[in-house]
Structure formats: structure tokens, C-alpha cells
């Protein structure tokens, strides 16, 4: 069965004890899990691969998560990484300031883990839905991510699981150009070596999965930048 890939999570927080059972909770939940415990190493590991959420603490050791967050939201290629954070500050002011840094949620210590993961699972919904499931939908393609069903025109298409990411990715994301290197990133995973026209191998073969029972090519050759769909 076809699988998309699981979210990449980073995890900022100083302190040893909350990192580890962050670490473990998402990991058992199936994701991708890096973490830092300053301020400067996390700005490296996002600058070495963009994680598809952060978990960061406010009160950290030298540059602090207001700052982190002030810095990733004003830049425009980390702007879109949805940021939850984590503080021991629970007056409204502080909230208030959390959220105009633009962090996309804010919670208070101690708090529930299991609410921390339906919030971050909410946030993925907005960024990587066909990550947690989410049936998506562009002119006449239905990609099903619980079923792992694709129909284009209510006929169903065959995809092999690396052709099922690429069409998820895509459909995430309608008419963003994906660099070679972006999708070998976010479909093969950033631990394995892939050649980048092993990507132009695979979306010959997702051309030819939408277009089997006839209609036009929507995926977008971009010359010199990449991929999109529309």
C-alpha cells in the first residue's frame, strides 16, 4: 500500500526531560522527529532541512523562542512552517505577544500531551493534509489519503507509492513550482540518496497514470525551476 510520507516535526526545547517525552509522543505517533535545545542549533537544522512543524519553548538558553519565531516568520522561505509554542507565561499579554511574533498557536505549561498533538495535527491540516488523511481535491482528481484511492473523472488510476507522494505533494499545494531537489526532499526522505532525474523517471510515469483514461497533462513543466500541478 502507498504511503505518504509522515510530517517532520523539530522540537526547541532546552530542557532534557521535556524534549525526551516530546520526542518519544511524536515518534510514537509516526513522526519524523529532530530536536535542539538552544536557539542558534535550531536555526541550523532549519536551515539544513525545513521541518514541516516546530515545537518551540519561549524561554531558551541565548537567542529565545520569540526571537526563533520572529526570525523564521519574516523570512520567506520559512514563513509558511507552522509554529506551536510552548511557555511557562500564561498571562494574556504574553499570549498575545506569542501570537503577534507569529507563532500559529500557543500553549501554556504544563500542558497536556494529547492536546498538543491534536493542535499539531490541526496545524498539519492546513499545511499537509494528505499527512493526517485528508481527502483532497483538484478539478476532476480525488486523492483519498486514508484509502490510498486516486480517481480522476470517478475512474480509478493506478499510482505506484512513489507516484501516489509526488501526486499528494502536489495536490497539497496547487500551482507551487517543487524544485527536483524539494521533492526528493519531501517524497524519497531525507536520509536517502536519490539521483534528481530519478524524479523526472517518476513523474513520466504520474503523467501517464492521469492521463489513462484520457484528458490533459496537469502537471507543469517549469524550465530550469521544476514541477506543478496547474
Known amino acids: 500500500m502507498s504511503r505518504v510520507e509522515q510530517p517532520s516535526v523539530l522540537i526547541v526545547e532546552d ?14 505517533e509516526g513522526f519524523v522527529v529532530t530536536s535542539a535545545e538552544n536557539g542558534d542549533e535550531a536555526l541550523i537544522l532549519v536551515d539544513e532541512a525545513q521541518p514541516d512543524l516546530i515545537v518551540l519553548d519561549w524561554m ?15 523570512s520567506s522561505k520559512t514563513r509558511s512552517i507552522p509554529i506551536i509554542m510552548l511557555s511557562a507565561r500564561a498571562e494574556e499579554v504574553d499570549r498575545v505577544r506569542g501570537l503577534e511574533t507569529g507563532a500559529d ?11 498538543l498533538m491534536a493542535r499539531i ?5 492546513r499545511t ?7 481527502r483532497l481535491e483538484y478539478e476532476d482528481i480525488i486523492l483519498d489519503a486514508e484509502t490510498h484511492r486516486v480517481t480522476r473523472d470517478s475512474k480509478p488510476l493506478k499510482l505506484g507509492p512513489t507516484e501516489f507522494r509526488l501526486l499528494s ?6 500551482g507551487r513550482v517543487w ?16 539521483d534528481t532525474r530519478t524524479v523526472d523517471v517518476h513523474i513520466g510515469r504520474l503523467r501517464k497514470a492521469l492521463c489513462e483514461h484520457g484528458g490533459s497533462d496537469p502537471v507543469r513543466t517549469v524550465r530550469g525551476a521544476g514541477y506543478a500541478l496547474g
Open 179 to 194: 524544485s527536483r531537489e524539494q521533492l526528493l526532499d519531501r517524497v524519497w526522505g531525507r536520509d536517502i540518496y536519490v
Open 121 to 125: 495535527r490541526n496545524q498539519l491540516r
Open 128 to 134: 499537509r493534509p494528505a499527512s493526517v488523511g485528508e
Open 15 to 28: 530542557e532534557p526531560a521535556q524534549r525526551e517525552v516530546l520526542n518519544y509522543n511524536l515518534e510514537a
Open 169 to 174: 505533494t502536489f495536490m497539497e499545494k496547487p
Open 105 to 115: 498557536d500557543y500553549m501554556v505549561k504544563p500542558y497536556s500531551v494529547v492536546e
Open 60 to 74: 531558551l538558553p541565548g537567542v529565545s523562542g520569540i526571537e526563533i519565531c520572529r526570525r523564521l516568520k519574516s
